[in-house]
């Protein structure tokens, strides 16, 4: 039963993330990356206040915290931070179908991270889920079959950062820090490194911008604390294999408002990272029902 939750978690948080970029989308043609940052941080972290505030979690949250799971909120901070900026300025350059794949090649960097830092092992099948997921990413966005744009480079950078970042979200978990303290070191970071662009780089915003910002804000925060949520009960290896649905919801959102191709490649590769993401699913249950039955 707790697996199916993490799984319903980790589904709800794609999908929210994946309509919060398509926002993302249409307000990089209308003002600057840096003031998108800006207001998802500053949204998030009005969100994460109140809730904080709502489960009178606020300073307990901070006194709670070990030298050790500390030093991991910072990691989360500094890489997090660093993910967020490539894949916004990502977005604004490249087609959504391949921000959707690029970025979902994270599960290669995050079984290697799990393994490293928390002592996961993959088994046979969680090999194979992989390697139909690397494969479909591939074939969707074919990387290497022309000019490696600044985009892909980013978007690279930002799958192995959100890989790391994985990793750093089952360890505080694992070390009981409160889900929206976990969330809001990046969103501190960033808010503070992009505020003096808002000044550098003025804009007016209309009605439709600030309601995009405020829409854009609600679903990648929600997005966030779903996903951290399901790291209580899922493997690191599982949740960035079941991350890859954002490919599917990407391309299909992207050609629904942005009219980006949709080949025969693309649709192929979709069904292959399906695929993957159903062995992991069963992946988990059979490793959840083995460990039940051990003596």
């Known amino acids: 039963m707790h697996i199916l939750t993490g799984i319903l978690l980790v589904i709800t948080s794609t999908f929210m993330f994946t309509v919060g970029q398509v926002f993302i989308k249409f307000l990089s043609s209308e003002i600057p990356i840096t003031h998108i940052i800006f207001w998802r941080c500053l949204s998030g972290l009005i969100i994460l206040f109140f809730l904080a505030l709502g489960k009178k979690r606020l300073l307990p949250a901070f006194w709670e915290l070990s030298r050790r799971s500390g030093l991991w909120l910072v990691f989360r901070g500094i890489v997090g931070t660093a993910v967020m900026f490539s894949f916004f300025i990502a977005i604004s350059l490249a087609d959504l179908g391949d921000v959707g794949a690029l970025v979902n090649i994270s599960p290669v960097f995050a079984v290697t991270f799990a393994w490293v830092f928390l002592g996961e092992k993959l088994h046979n099948l969680m090999w194979?889920?992989?390697?139909?997921?690397?494969?479909?990413?591939?074939?969707?966005?074919?990387?290497?079959?022309?000019?490696?744009?600044?985009?892909?480079?980013?978007?690279?950078?930002?799958?192995?950062?959100?890989?790391?970042?994985?990793?750093?979200?089952?360890?505080?978990?694992?070390?009981?820090?409160?889900?929206?303290?976990?969330?809001?070191?990046?969103?501190?970071?960033?808010?503070?490194?992009?505020?003096?662009?808002?000044?550098?780089?003025?804009?007016?915003?209309?009605?439709?911008?600030?309601?995009?910002?405020?829409?854009?804000?609600?679903?990648?925060?929600?997005?966030?604390?779903?996903?951290?949520?399901?790291?209580?009960?899922?493997?690191?290896?599982?949740?960035?294999?079941?991350?890859?649905?954002?490919?599917?919801?990407?391309?299909?959102?992207?050609?629904?408002?942005?009219?980006?191709?949709?080949?025969?490649?693309?649709?192929?590769?979709?069904?292959?990272?399906?695929?993957?993401?159903?062995?992991?699913?069963?992946?988990s249950y059979r490793r959840s029902a083995s460990l039940k039955n051990q003596p």
């Open 128 to 283: 194979i889920s992989l390697g139909l997921a690397v494969s479909g990413v591939l074939l969707i966005s074919n990387p290497f079959g022309g000019m490696f744009s600044l985009a892909y480079i980013l978007l690279i950078l930002a799958a192995s950062g959100h890989g790391f970042t994985l990793t750093t979200i089952k360890k505080l978990n694992d070390f009981g820090v409160d889900r929206w303290l976990i969330v809001a070191p990046f969103m501190s970071l960033g808010a503070l490194i992009s505020l003096p662009f808002l000044f550098i780089h003025p804009r007016d915003y209309s009605l439709k911008i600030l309601l995009f910002l405020l829409a854009m804000g609600v679903t990648t925060t929600t997005g966030q604390l779903l996903l951290t949520a399901s790291a209580k009960y899922l493997r690191v290896q599982t949740i960035s294999i079941l991350n890859l649905m954002t490919i599917f919801e990407l391309m299909f959102l992207g050609y629904l408002f942005f009219h980006e191709e949709i080949n025969p490649a693309k649709l192929f590769g979709g069904i292959i990272i399906f695929t993957a993401s159903v062995l992991a699913i069963y992946g």
